[in-house]
């Protein structure tokens, strides 16, 4: 990979890209709170709602492998200004929409779902771009560099978005949304990323390219095993993130106030955890880090589900713990995928998993009001936190896994 990689001042250029990937984040985290508090203010629906998130995850989850072919054939860094200025586009509509007051719910949906095509691309095709820009000793780093930025967001988001949507109104939100998504745009443009050079490109029929992608995940057993125990724990962590808000109203008999605090703690966790990743780079196995990511987080789910209702204090703390082991997994997930694929395939699988492990979100945002309401919202922590903690304890058990590193596709 060195070969066709140009890795000079690769500090500085994440530099410039962290930025703009700050205000874009940012923003897009304001704005959809304050769409969410919007569709919640105006139509007092939780099935509103529920579409809304799912018009934002659908494209992602139909397009993915499409993307994925053309991020690997076309040259990244323009794919994530198009995307980007797509998004912003979009997110001009919407305040355009609310500024006239002309303002329908199945508009927004439509450009919710505009939205996240452009999503469907540029999330891949950064991912797909980092280890071209910086060598593989600091792919750990900017993981978790990448961890921090997202917990500023979780942090900060919810709180802007309900006072600007508050205090100035919709239509200037998605302005906001708009110069965020601008900014991040344009910084790429202060940013050389190589290409991958053309006779190393593919010239198949896009459904050939589709194929080949997902026969180099299964080529690779360790990886593949490795998705599969993402998408499980996907599977029943995202239930217990849709009705978390249930757990501390309904279960510990909280407030708005706390539920907004509960927030908040997480969003301290994966940024405590995003900051060790960054500075302590360390030389733990990254598979070991996976396995106790999802053990941890799966110990501290069942724990939260097992503890008295009146234990809020102790359920608020135990859910920056919650937090902090998100990139414990997240990070150097990340970084497998990007040391153990050739870069010819990485827009592909990125793409592609991107696509499978968002089908149990949607799952979790049908069924999860349904599921807490049957067998009780703190028994859904408990079954899931085991469930969580079982996969990470398998992880330990399987050879392929525990071979993965030994070899790199670079």
């Given at each position: 990979m060195e070969t066709i990689v140009q890795k000079s001042n690769w500090k500085n250029k994440f530099g410039i890209i962290w930025t703009g990937q700050l205000f874009s984040i940012l923003s897009s985290s304001i704005a959809q709170f304050a769409m969410v508090l919007w569709i919640g203010m105006e139509t007092g629906s939780a099935e509103a709602l529920a579409y809304a998130a799912i018009a934002g995850l659908l494209p992602q989850i139909i397009l993915g492998p499409f993307a994925g072919v053309f991020i690997d054939r076309w040259n990244r860094k323009w794919t994530?200004?198009?995307?980007?200025?797509?998004?912003?586009?979009?997110?001009?509509?919407?305040?355009?929409?609310?500024?006239?007051?002309?303002?329908?719910?199945?508009?927004?949906?439509?450009?919710?779902?505009?939205?996240?095509?452009?999503?469907?691309?540029?999330?891949?095709?950064?991912?797909?771009?980092?280890?071209?820009?910086?060598?593989?000793?600091?792919?750990?780093?900017?993981?978790?560099?990448?961890?921090?930025?997202?917990?500023?967001?979780i942090i900060c988001g919810p709180m802007l978005g309900a006072i600007c949507l508050l205090t100035f109104g919709m239509s200037i939100v998605m302005i906001l949304d708009f110069i965020g998504a601008f900014i991040a745009s344009f910084s790429l443009l202060f940013v050389s990323i190589p290409s991958i050079p053309k006779e190393r490109r593919s010239a198949k029929t896009m459904l050939q390219d589709m194929t080949d992608g997902a026969a180099a995940i299964l080529q690779n057993r360790g990886m593949t095993w490795l998705m599969v125990s993402e998408v499980v724990v996907n599977f029943f962590v995202m239930p217990i993130v849709a009705v978390m808000s249930l757990m501390t109203l309904q279960y510990f008999k909280g407030t708005a106030y706390q539920v907004s605090l509960i927030e908040g703690f997480y969003g301290?966790?994966?940024?405590?955890?995003?900051?060790?990743?960054?500075?302590?780079?360390?030389?733990?196995?990254?598979?070991?880090?996976?396995?106790?990511?999802?053990?941890?987080?799966?110990?501290?789910?069942?724990?939260?589900?097992?503890?008295?209702?009146?234990?809020?204090?102790?359920?608020?703390?135990?859910?920056?713990?919650?937090?902090?082991?998100?990139?414990?997994?997240?990070?150097?997930?990340?970084?497998?995928?990007?040391?153990?694929?050739?870069?010819?395939?990485?827009?592909?699988?990125?793409?592609?998993?991107?696509?499978?492990?968002?089908?149990?979100?949607m799952i979790g945002l049908l069924f999860a009001g349904y599921i807490a309401d049957d067998i009780g919202v703190e028994k859904l922590f408990v079954f899931g936190g085991v469930v969580v903690a079982m996969t990470g304890i398998i992880l330990f058990f399987i050879p392929s896994v525990q071979h993965l590193e030994e070899k790199s596709a670079h």
């Open positions: 994530m200004i198009g995307a980007d200025l797509f998004v912003a586009l979009c997110s001009a509509a919407i305040a355009l929409f609310f500024y006239l007051d002309i303002v329908e719910l199945w508009s927004i949906y439509i450009l919710l779902m505009l939205r996240s095509v452009g999503s469907a691309f540029h999330a891949p095709a950064m991912k797909s771009a980092i280890p071209i820009l910086a060598p593989k000793s600091a792919l750990v780093r900017i993981a978790g560099v990448n961890e921090i930025i997202q917990s500023i967001s301290i966790g994966l940024l405590v955890g995003g900051i060790i990743l960054s500075l302590w780079n360390p030389k733990i196995r990254k598979v070991s880090l996976i396995i106790l990511g999802f053990s941890g987080l799966g110990a501290v789910l069942a724990i939260c589900g097992a503890l008295p209702s009146g234990y809020f204090t102790a359920y608020a703390i135990l859910t920056i713990v919650q937090g902090f082991a998100v990139p414990l997994f997240t990070g150097p997930f990340t970084v497998l995928i990007q040391t153990q694929f050739p870069p010819t395939y990485l827009g592909r699988v990125f793409a592609l998993f991107g696509s499978i492990s968002q089908l149990p979100a």
